[in-house]
């Protein structure tokens, strides 16, 4: 029979995470008011609650479990990303989100980034256990596993998630153990397509129009936005963080409007009401929570579990800096969201269900016969 445990929830995760809590319904009540929607705060306590529920599930289940059932959960999570394309009504001229009648709207893409998390871990340990191995095998086999749920979201079209795909794998790549030459060669690989694409952009308008779409083409524009330093979204969101200076301007007090305070611009809500020394606060707050699973992985004993922690804390942190640096003007606005903070239920319940995998990892909780 397995071995019973004693479960310790984790001080420093319970802590931070019920600061983020505080910090997002006070930021998404005053967002809502931004906008007109005076109930956004309430749904997102249900969604906190539902994520707490969740924690406790996962918490009553062994982490081998869940890694072994990764092959069922892949397809299933790349099946409905093709029931998405073909079934899903456009919203905002996107195939994102199922409608769910008495839940809304929910984004499956969320939920396959934590797949594609325990897919790769099981494939590197795999991998590793293996006496004859070779690195191009594993860059291959992670490089395909990404890329099937990337063009499907890419359909979608949802760039910002397919970089967040794309950031988890080479996070789990870089802890693999494989050569350092790969990853210069990766760079270059990637730097070399980039410089492509961008100069079909800038001198060849038609061409790519013809192969990407109007829409994406619209993306791009907004990155421009951004490096001109132009754009309501962006323009309004420095004025509001300027204008808060050490203190802000208080609780629900949000002078400037800007198009998805609750989601995109939920740092600048909570830095126009509370200023500077809120900022520090919170991203003190991020980074004391980083640090935390980060940790957790040095100590882990199981090296399947450190691979998840890398991809989890590779993907909080690429969002983290995106999200924070595009309010205030250092990157280009994607449409990434900050983790526990913005407004969304799929967002949120994909992130508690992160936090129930770190703490089982953090207790060890393993089958022992």
């Known amino acids: 029979m397995a071995k019973l445990y004693k479960y310790k929830i984790n001080k420093n995760i319970l802590i931070t995470l019920l600061c983020f809590i505080v910090i997002s319904i006070v930021s998404i009540y005053s967002a809502g008011n931004i906008i007109g929607i005076n109930n956004l705060f309430v749904k997102q306590i249900i969604w906190f609650i539902s994520g707490f529920l969740t924690i406790y599930l996962i918490a009553k289940t062994y982490n081998d479990d869940i890694y072994s059932s990764y092959k069922i959960l ?56 293996k006496k004859d191995k070779k690195d191009i095998t594993l860059i291959l086999k992670i490089f395909i596993v ?53 100069l079909i952009y800038f001198y060849k308008e038609d061409l790519f129009i013809k192969v990407f779409g109007s829409s994406f083409f619209y993306r791009i524009d907004r990155l421009l936005d951004w490096k001109d330093g132009v754009g309501m979204q962006l323009t309004n969101a420095l004025n509001g963080i300027g204008s808060a200076f050490i203190f802000g301007h208080g609780f629900n007090n949000t002078p400037i409007y800007f198009p998805e305070p609750q989601t995109d611009f939920i740092f600048s809500v909570f830095a126009t009401n509370f200023g500077l020394i809120g900022s520090i606060i919170l991203i003190s707050l991020i980074i004391y929570f980083d640090f935390s699973i980060i940790n957790i992985g040095i100590k882990c004993k199981n090296k399947i579990d450190k691979y998840v922690i890398s991809g989890i804390v590779g993907m909080l942190l690429y969002q983290q ?13 994607t449409g990434i969201t900050l983790p526990f903070i913005s407004y969304g239920g799929s967002s949120l319940l994909s992130y508690m269900i992160i936090v129930g995998l770190i703490l089982n990892i953090s207790n060890d909780k393993r089958k022992k016969h």
């Open 146 to 198: 990404t890329l099937i749920p990337s063009i499907l979201t890419f359909l979608e079209p949802d760039t910002g998630m397919v970089i967040i795909y794309f950031v988890i794998s080479i996070s789990m790549l870089f802890i693999s153990g494989i050569n350092i030459k790969w990853f210069i060669s990766l760079i270059i690989i990637i730097s070399t397509f980039l410089s492509i694409f961008l």
């Open 74 to 129: 892949y397809v299933f999570g790349n099946i409905v990303l093709v029931l998405l394309l073909l079934f899903a009504p456009p919203i905002n001229n996107s195939k994102c989100w199922f409608n769910i009648f008495g839940i809304g709207t929910v984004q499956p893409s969320e939920f396959m980034k934590i797949i594609l998390i325990i897919t790769n871990a099981v494939i590197i340990d795999k991998h590793n256990k």
């Open 321 to 333: 800096i995106q999200n924070i640096g595009m309010n205030i003007g250092l990157l280009p606005i």
